[in-house]
């Protein structure tokens, strides 16, 4: 599958595996996404943090392996946007 945008101007990566994992954790991102943009965008993110926030759900998007994504798909929000974190400040 190719490197798709979200509506909401994430670029979710293309990710590796096999091809049951891919669409399994295709799904799982989509939904893990969906449900942190929405926090974001109607929950009680101040304006001045939005970017920050939107900048750790680039870093979850930009994970490429599947197994990730399955591995972390009973992490709640607050966990996803740790994770989202920790990948950001190793990216640097």
């Keep these: ?3 798709n945008n979200n509506n909401n101007g994430i670029k979710n990566a293309e990710l590796n595996g096999s091809e049951k994992q ?3 954790a295709e799904q799982i991102r989509a939904e893990q996404i969906h449900l942190l943009m929405d926090q974001i965008t109607t929950g009680n993110v101040k304006d001045a943090k939005k970017g920050e926030y939107l900048g750790l759900v680039q870093a979850l ?3 490429t392996a599947a197994k990730w994504w399955i591995d972390y798909r009973y992490r709640s929000l607050h966990g996803l946007m740790a994770a989202g974190l920790a990948l950001a400040k190793a990216a640097k």
Excluded: L
């Design 1 to 3: 599958m190719t490197n």
């Design 61 to 63: 998007a930009d994970v």
């Design 22 to 24: 891919i669409a399994w």
